[in-house]
């Protein structure tokens, strides 16, 4: 086969090629052509039978290949790569158990929108459909499917262009989402003509299209939008995916309307923007009279819309608002109370449809006003809390320090996870650029840090800040080695009350094991990451908190403070206490 140019054009082959012998690919180097054709540069992976030689072959034909010590942690790194990117993250694992460690954070990644392609090695078709008991033996197909948008698998090495190309295309179009793609073993060594395999690859065309919203759509929420006098637009992470920042930024300030940005939407715009509602969430969700999802659902995040949040009588009821909903799926709108003007289409096109038609709206002063008074309150009572200073630390008066450093360092990412150390965080640190505060999403799952971590300052380029609870932490832990292994810019800040939610708790029934929820006392997690040849911290007081985190940006080593806070200082899982069925005998 002749070389393939920058320009993706063919040469043709040399006199250098034998001339009698016809040219042969395989298995092996056609999918790594179909993924590189795509743009993927990164795979997150563990090797093993049967995709060992593909991660040494991927890593020879200039991909870059991070080799993780759980598969988990590869594919959360390769989820939060493809939200990040807007290109499918790839996580490449060995047959059932790597597979099976891989679906967790495909079912996340779906769960999410987040834009995935699981990659597992697979084995003896034959064997495993007559269930013959072959090594690692299990139809990760069917397994899979639920889990994820679609899932495919390639049989012969001529399918392998189309393979890959519908795995692209399913991950990252209309709602973006995980998708399984299934490689057997014995389509590596497969070996089939170059030129034939050469132009069976794809290299898709618009992978995302744009979905341009109907005109009347565009007119209903405008009209709707127009009448309101308490407008408010609620922000979500499918928002910032989009990456339309100048857009929605520019409609918010055109129209004065107060915003709320969720979790992952948090840096669209600065938070500390004066439209920003973030510290006047319990007034601006109920009083509200037009609320404008963007990219939000409206799930447990936001008490599905309905009950007293949005001001309703009980559990079961609506609030009084209407909702105008943009979103990418045509089944968002209605999923659990009445969507006014469903607006569906991609954001940037739907953003620009509305700032078009906007011109002349301006959201009622004394709305405004009132949400600004609401919200300067509540920061100034939150400024008083943050400057006490008691130890051991609180998670307040440590999360001064990192609210300091993120605002002095606004490109920095903010990895996130735990309970307290998750809710705390989020209410307190500002951020002040979009995608860049990473965290546990719409499942609220623990184990995502390392492996967000690894991707951000592979992906990202930038130094990474990750918060953890001291049980969240444990979940991905042994990354601290990857990290060191890649000599990565990360800090990881263990949050550390000695257990999940707080570490003060007795032990039940008079045995001597200690409570189901706390640790060792006073573990000194800063020696992992001084096991692997990184820096390890331990500090007591919010200045040597400060210092420490200093010189990791300075040094850009891999570091790991152990932050001591005090054991009572959290309250069972966090601020979400009321969906706990236990909590309430307390
Ligand atoms: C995969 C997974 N397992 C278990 C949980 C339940 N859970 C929620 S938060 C949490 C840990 C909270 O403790 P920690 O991380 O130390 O945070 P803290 O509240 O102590 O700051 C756990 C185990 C979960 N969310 N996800
Ligand atoms: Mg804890």
Redesign the pocket.
């Known amino acids: 086969m002749g070389t393939v140019t920058d320009a993706g054009v063919t040469a043709p082959a040399t006199s250098q090629a034998a001339p009698h012998q016809s040219q042969e690919t395989d298995g092996f180097s056609l999918v790594i052509e179909a993924l590189k054709l795509n743009g993927i540069d990164t795979i997150f992976g563990l090797p093993g039978i049967p995709i060992t030689d593909l991660t040494r072959k991927m890593q020879a034909a200039g991909l870059r290949v991070i080799s993780f010590r759980h598969e988990q942690n590869a594919g959360y790194a390769a989820s939060i790569a493809g939200f990040m990117t807007g290109k499918p993250g790839i996580c490449l694992t060995v047959s059932a158990p790597g597979f099976l460690n891989g679906l967790t954070a495909l079912a996340n990644a779906t769960t999410n929108c987040f834009p995935m392609i699981l990659i597992s090695g697979s084995s003896e078709r034959e064997v495993v459909d007559l269930a013959q008991g072959d090594y690692e033996e299990m139809d990760q197909l069917a397994i899979a499917k639920p889990l994820c948008k679609a899932a495919y698998r390639v049989l012969h090495a001529e399918d392998i262009g189309i393979g890959i190309a519908r795995a692209i295309r399913t991950a990252v179009s209309g709602r973006p989402g995980g998708v399984y793609l299934d490689l057997p073993a014995k389509l590596f060594p497969q070996a089939i003509d170059a030129e034939l395999g050469r132009k069976s690859l794809i290299k898709v065309v618009d992978p995302a299209p744009k979905q341009i919203p109907g005109q009347e759509a565009v007119q209903r929420a405008l009209d709707l939008l127009k009448g309101a006098k308490k407008p408010l637009i609620l922000l979500g992470k499918g928002a910032a995916y989009a990456q339309c920042d100048n857009d929605i930024k520019a409609l918010i300030e055109k129209t004065g309307i107060p915003y709320l940005p969720m979790s992952m939407a948090k840096g669209i715009l600065p938070d500390t923007h004066p439209q920003c509602a973030s510290a006047a969430r319990s007034f601006v969700l109920p009083e509200a009279d037009v609320v404008v999802l963007m990219g939000a659902r409206l799930n447990w995040l936001l008490s599905q819309g309905k009950g007293k949040t949005w001001g309703a009588a009980n559990s079961k009821a609506w609030g009084k608002q209407k909702f105008i909903q943009v979103d990418i799926s045509p089944i968002e709108a209605d999923s659990n109370v009445r969507i006014d003007a469903p607006l569906v289409g991609d954001m940037g096109s739907c953003v620009a449809a509305l700032l078009k038609g906007v011109e002349g709206y301006k959201a009622p002063t004394e709305w405004a006003n009132a949400v600004a008074d609401k919200k300067n309150g509540n920061i100034a009572k939150m400024a008083e809390k943050l400057k006490e200073n008691p130890s051991p630390m609180s998670?307040h008066s440590a999360l001064n320090i990192v609210r300091d450093v993120v605002k002095e360092n606004p490109d920095c990412y903010l990895v996130n996870?735990?309970?307290?150390?998750?809710d705390f965080t989020r209410s307190i640190v500002d951020m002040y650029k979009p995608r860049k505060r990473l965290d546990?999403g719409t499942?609220?799952?623990?184990?995502i840090g390392m492996g967000f971590a690894v991707a951000a300052a592979v992906v990202g380029k930038q130094q990474v800040l990750a918060i953890?609870?001291?049980?969240?932490?444990g979940?991905s832990g042994m990354e601290t080695e990857t990290i060191c292994r890649y000599n990565l810019p990360v800090c990881v800040v263990i949050?550390n009350?000695n257990?999940?939610?707080?570490g003060d708790e007795k032990s039940y029934g008079g045995s001597s094991d200690p409570s189901p929820l706390v640790f060792v006392k006073d573990a000194r997690y800063e020696k992992l990451m001084e096991a692997f040849g990184g820096v390890g911290k331990h500090v007591t007081t919010p200045a040597e908190l400060r210092a420490a985190i200093d010189e990791a940006f300075r040094s850009k080593r891999p570091t790991l403070i152990n932050a001591v806070i005090a054991e009572g200082a959290?309250t069972e899982?966090?601020r979400i206490t009321s969906l706990n069925p236990t909590a309430k005998k307390k």
């Open positions: 998670f996870e735990g309970a307290n150390a998750l546990v499942w609220g799952v623990m184990g953890e609870g001291d049980s969240a932490f979940f949050m009350n257990g999940v939610y707080r959290g899982s966090g």
